[in-house]
Nanobody, 114 residues
Framework: QVQLVESGGGLVQPGGSLRLSCAASGSITRPYAMGWYRQAPGKQRELVAG???????NYADSVQGRFTISRGSAEDTVVLQMNSLKYEDTAVYYC????????WGQGTQVTVSS
């Protein structure tokens, strides 16, 4: 079983920054893809940013140039640095890891509000 623990959400003003971290543990099959989805109220869950199993990165068009995904200092961790946050970035952010099946974190709320 794989577990994901997220941290770093919160309330921030427009134009501000937040940093999300996700650590995976358990029986992880390699290689794997890992990253972040988000879901805003009344909307479908969407990919924000992620590493493919080959190590390349993908970003949603809406966050390109503002968000950066990177590997954490610990093994099997990823960090999402979110800059220039906008109202429309408000959502619950879910960490995922995909080996041969998808695993999800519990979600962390990001609220952008003045």
């Amino acid at each position: 079983q794989v577990q994901l623990v997220e941290s770093g959400g919160g309330l921030v003003q427009p134009g501000g920054s937040l940093r999300l971290s996700c650590a995976a543990s358990g029986s992880i099959t390699r290689p794997y893809a890992m990253g972040w989805y988000r879901q805003a109220p009344g909307k479908q869950r969407e990919l924000v940013a992620g590493f493919t199993s080959g190590g390349s990165t993908n970003y949603a068009d809406s966050v390109q140039g503002r968000f950066t995904i990177s590997r954490g200092s610990a093994e099997d961790t990823v960090v999402l640095q979110m800059n220039s946050l906008k109202y429309e970035d408000t959502a619950v952010y879910y960490c995922y890891i995909y080996e041969y099946k998808m695993h999800w974190g519990q979600g962390t709320q990001v609220t952008v509000s003045s």
